[in-house]
């Protein structure tokens, strides 16, 4: 079943310790079109089927990635695609967003989908361990 827009920005809101939906928001739309670039097949496809329709749009239409940026490189595109981010604020924003993500996602396809990222993920999804 999918989430909802609002429970899923509810919390992002939450995990961020956002103090607006907006900034939730932002975040959310920057993590998961970096995601969706880095994501391919069904792995990619049912992620996008458990997220809010808004979600599994940016997640499903971003251009793939050239290369796939190991978790440091991630939080740093992040940064540089939220205005006046730092790694460390990147970094919570990471979070906040990919384990909510993780959650809905569940343990089978969160596996399925770390082994198509480089190591060092499973942090970033608040799963250390799981691959």
Known sequence: MRM???AFLAAVQERGEYPSRREADRAARV???LLGAHLVGNERAELAA???ETCALVLLN???AAEPLGPERFVRATAAWIEGA???TAKW???AVLSV???TAGDDLMRRILLQLPPGYDLLFGRPGMT
Request: charged share 25%; aromatic share 4%; net charge negative.
């Open 4 to 6: 909802q827009w609002d």
């Open 31 to 33: 993590v998961l079109a």
């Open 50 to 52: 458990g997220l809010p």
């Open 62 to 64: 971003p251009l793939p």
């Open 86 to 88: 730092t790694e460390e």
């Open 93 to 95: 924003d990471v979070g």
């Open 101 to 103: 993500a993780a959650d």
